[in-house]
């Protein structure tokens, strides 16, 4: 089935409303004609098999009954034959409208969840666990498509089904008809009461399922740290624990439904019972001939069955609304705007910054950053130093607003901040992250990542020959179409980080990020990328995050952080020459360098 662009590209957004069946129906957007297609196929499928018990009780009837025979043998036979065709043919296609139609739903859903979990802010994602983003992505997305596949479609043909067959036994005999809805009343409030029951019960058991991903796949992240600790132990505990807990919540859940069903065939047994001695009784006293009582056990079957499905349905749709819920949780997250703001000036951004009194903080009443000024002039190197924790990180991802400053104003080339939009910064500045992550792609691939098309060879080489990386690439088998990652080789903490430089070099940004850029390179290493990144700064204005003095000693402007706040700023002569921390980070950093040279040369 092709799905139109415009079909796949409604906004999903609108689902996210508290009435979860309101949503539903608002999921079906561009599929309902689909749907009406499927039903009425059902409906035309539930006729001849209706008329096919006609047929036969008329069959029955005239050639045992009184022998009248007005049609030939030939004609009944093939009609038959005709009405087994029409309801497989039409069975059949219904079952592929809505197979389809399910499909194409849930195909539509998965991309935009895709779509929507990558631009929602960096807020939700450090207060979310990957384990339960995934888990609602999978099970619950699947317990979704199972409702349009079965449920959604369920209503029309246990609506079809019990119509066409109730309305077929009216017209056999009206009493006949009564008789065989005594049950319906009991199996809506048996449903109506599981219902509940089994929503709530199912809602428990996701919930302990998404903790048993998140369990799982938080112990497969972190599985270095628990060998080198030797935890396993604890591990597995921790993890049968969740697991026992889903066990007895799945066991509920099973018993749930194991009570339902049995009270259901009850029900319906009953009523089955009540139909054949009444219909029997009938054909004794000579109120219904024999060909209509055959039809009617065949037809009173086919009320059974929507009325035993109407329950299952029920309380299955209940599981549907639970996952759609869990799925809608996502979704009305609200986006962070990339687009919202100017992207003035369009052409070339000087890079001129003036922090003014900026504050900021995570949680409210825990400030991170406070009184935050200086300035930078265009093409300007600024340095943050400061020990871990001090709010360096914190400071720079102000710039690409990842995260809006809480007080004062940011202003980049004399305009706040706030005015230009996310993906315009994010554009002009680029960021070689503190803990860099690679793709599970090829390196060049990963080089070319933030320019997002065809790259010459030149440049790529040009980018990797700056972070010091060429040589490195070079030496692995495949050269720059090496696989990074799990399937691939293994880059070390180094290379991963000279890998990032080369990635957000290429990108040619107006202001360029390093944080702690060369915090696992050694130091010769180090004095090579530094050596590189000296004409790549040069106009541009670059921030520097370091913990070795001698890659920011160069910088413009040097800002001392202590617990979110700027303690001391200058050059390096200045602040070589005050009392402070600098000197004394200074003072320790040159004397265990100079006793390592001296060991070094004792040596030798
Ligand atoms: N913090 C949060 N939430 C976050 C990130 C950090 O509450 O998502 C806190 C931790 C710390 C403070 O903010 O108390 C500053 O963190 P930041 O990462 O900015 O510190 P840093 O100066 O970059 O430390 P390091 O040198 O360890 O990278
Ligand atoms: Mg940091």
């Not at 619950?140 to 066409?164: E, P, S, W």
């Not at 933030?450 to 700056?466: F, T």
């Amino acid at each position: 089935m092709s799905i139109s662009a415009s079909v796949l590209n409604f906004d999903l957004k609108k689902t996210a409303v508290s009435n979860r069946l309101k949503g539903l129906w608002r999921m079906m957007s561009g599929f309902r004609w689909h749907y009406l297609g499927a039903t009425l196929s059902l409906g035309v499928a539930a006729l001849a098999k209706t008329s096919t018990y006609l047929l036969l009780s008329y069959f029955v009837d005239h050639y045992f009954g009184n022998g009248t025979r007005p049609v030939a043998l030939p004609l009944i036979a093939l009609g038959f034959v005709g009405l087994a065709m029409v309801e497989g043919g039409f069975s059949f296609l219904s079952g592929r409208l809505t197979a389809q139609t399910a499909e194409g739903i849930t195909r539509r859903l998965r991309n935009y969840l895709f779509d929507h979990i990558q631009h929602l802010t960096y807020t939700y994602h450090d207060k979310t666990q990957t384990g339960e983003l995934i888990q609602r992505c999978t099970s619950d997305v699947d317990a979704v498509r199972r409702f349009f596949a079965d449920q959604a479609i369920g209503v029309g043909r246990i609506i079809l089904l019990f119509t066409i067959n109730f309305v077929a036994i009216l017209n056999l005999h009206p009493r006949l008809g009564l008789v065989s809805i005594i049950a319906v009343p009991f199996v809506v409030v048996t449903s109506a009461f599981f219902f509940r029951r089994v929503s709530k019960a199912y809602q428990a058991f996701q919930e302990q399922d998404a903790i048993l991903t998140t369990t799982l796949q938080e112990n497969l992240s972190g599985v270095r740290v628990v060998k080198a600790f030797a935890r396993q132990a604890f591990e597995k505990e921790k993890f049968e624990r969740e697991n026992w807990e889903k066990f007895l919540r799945g066991k509920k859940l099973t018993r749930m439904h194991s009570l339902f069903w049995p009270a259901s065939d009850i029900l319906c047994g009953a009523q089955l019972m009540v139909g054949y001695i009444v219909g029997a009784l009938m054909v004794i006293h000579g109120e219904i001939t024999i060909g209509t009582f055959l039809a009617y056990l065949g037809l009173v079957g086919w009320i059974i069955w929507p009325m035993r499905n109407l329950g299952r349905l029920i309380v299955q749709t209940s599981t549907g609304m639970v996952s759609f819920g869990r799925v809608s949780d996502i979704i009305k997250q609200e986006r962070e705007p990339l687009d919202e703001g100017e992207t003035l000036p369009a052409a070339d951004l000087r890079g001129e910054l003036t922090f003014e009194n900026v504050g900021f903080h995570y949680e409210e009443g825990s400030p991170v950053l406070q009184e935050i000024s200086f300035h930078c002039r265009p093409g300007q190197a600024v340095a943050l130093l400061g020990s871990t924790g001090s709010g360096k990180t914190t400071l720079v991802n102000l710039l690409p607003r990842f995260y809006e400053y809480t007080s004062g104003r940011i202003l980049l080339d004399g305009v706040e901040l706030k005015r230009y939009s996310r993906r315009y910064l994010r554009q002009q500045i680029g960021i070689v992250e503190q803990e860099p992550f690679l793709f599970s792609r090829t390196i060049k691939e990963n080089i070319t990542y933030g320019v997002g098309r065809d790259v010459p060879q030149a440049e790529i080489e040009a980018a990797a020959k700056a972070a010091a990386i060429h040589d490195v690439i070079l030496a692995f088998p495949d050269g720059y179409d090496t696989l990074v990652g799990e399937k691939g080789v293994t880059l070390s903490g180094g290379q991963k980080q000279r890998v990032a430089i080369a990635r957000t070099l290429l990108k040619n940004p107006r202001i360029l990020i390093l944080d702690d850029s060369t915090s696992s390179v050694d130091t010769e290493t180090e004095a090579e990328i530094r050596d590189a990144l000296d004409t790549l700064m040069r106009n541009r204005t670059t921030f520097i995050i370091a913990h070795r003095i001698q890659s920011i000693m160069n910088a413009d402007l040097i800002l001392v952080l202590d617990k979110g706040r700027v303690v001391q700023r200058g050059v390096h002569e200045e602040l070589v020459a005050q009392d402070g921390i600098y000197r004394q980070i200074y003072e320790i950093q040159t004397r265990i360098e100079a006793e390592l040279e001296k060991e070094i040369t004792n040596a030798s």
